[in-house]
């Protein structure tokens, strides 16, 4: 049953276009990821077993299998999990400004799981989001365990400049026809929203999470791609939570001292695409 594990997975991070990310792989006829998003195997997941994570696999037949979990980074021990499992799997990665991507968070928190009127610094002492956000601790332990060339990373700042462009490198990658062009190209996936009845939000939030922690993610899975589901528990909301400067910048300040060496571990130049 083993033989059905994924050939590639998408590690991280949170807030950084991995919903729309998932549609690019679910669109290509060569690749199959589960109707679940993030199976979680190796952060939530791993007492169940390699069986029941490979069952998530079984209908792919001949084409590339993956899944998308941007929490699989966030742990040195996921990463050595996946090395233990899946030694020649390829690891894929998008990275957000990370300030940019703790108030995304803050804001999704804020219409599904807190109290509305929580602050962002509130937020932060009471979450693990802040050190989610430094790539640089989280990518170091994949790069020790994995080859280089096994390991792709992208901005996603540039990925949303130029979605065409990064299908193409993506799907190159994953060893699929890269001249295939996504429905989603230019398509939201699960834009800024809020909760109509935010308690029942919070509810449904804790919901999915036991459903998760009980081997049930295909379940979740079904629920969040239901569009009706989504029209009744949601509306789009373009109006953010203001989060003062000053907080933005010391967060700013705080995460430019490790751009330097981030930079030398992708081997690419970061600050001058986030503004560093």
Request: glycine content about 4%; aromatic content about 12%; overall charge positive.
């Amino acid at each position: 049953m083993t033989r059905n594990l994924p050939h590639f997975l998408h590690i991280g991070a949170a807030k950084s276009g991995s919903s729309w990310i998932y549609e690019v792989l679910r669109e290509h006829p060569g690749i199959f990821v589960p109707i679940a998003k993030d199976v979680s195997y190796f952060d939530h997941q791993y007492d169940l077993g390699l069986d029941w994570y490979a069952r998530h696999f079984e209908a792919a037949g001949n084409r590339v299998r993956g899944e998308v979990a941007h929490d699989y980074f966030l742990d040195r021990a996921y990463a050595e999990r996946i090395r233990e499992a899946l030694p020649d799997v390829k690891l894929t990665a998008c990275l957000r400004e990370p300030v940019a991507r703790i108030v995304s968070r803050y804001n999704y928190a804020l219409s599904t799981e807190i109290d509305p009127h929580t602050s962002l610094a509130e937020y932060l002492k009471s979450t693990t989001v802040e050190r989610d956000s430094d790539y640089l601790r989280n990518l170091k332990p994949f790069y020790e365990l994995f080859p280089r060339e096994n390991i792709r990373v992208f901005l996603f700042e540039e990925v949303f400049a130029d979605p065409e462009a990064f299908c193409r490198e993506l799907y190159d990658f994953l060893g699929v026809d890269s001249s295939f062009v996504p429905q989603c190209l230019h398509q939201r996936v699960r834009p800024a929203r809020r909760a109509r009845v935010p308690g029942l939000a919070r509810l449904a939030w804790r919901t999915a999470k036991a459903l998760r922690q009980w081997g049930k993610p295909n379940w979740v899975g079904a629920v969040k791609r239901n569009r009706l589901f989504n029209r009744l528990m949601f509306q789009e909301h373009k109006t953010h939570a203001v989060v003062p400067e000053e907080e933005k910048a010391a967060l700013r300040e705080r995460f430019a001292r490790d751009i330097p060496e981030l930079e030398r571990l992708l081997g690419r130049s970061v600050a001058k695409v986030w503004g560093y």
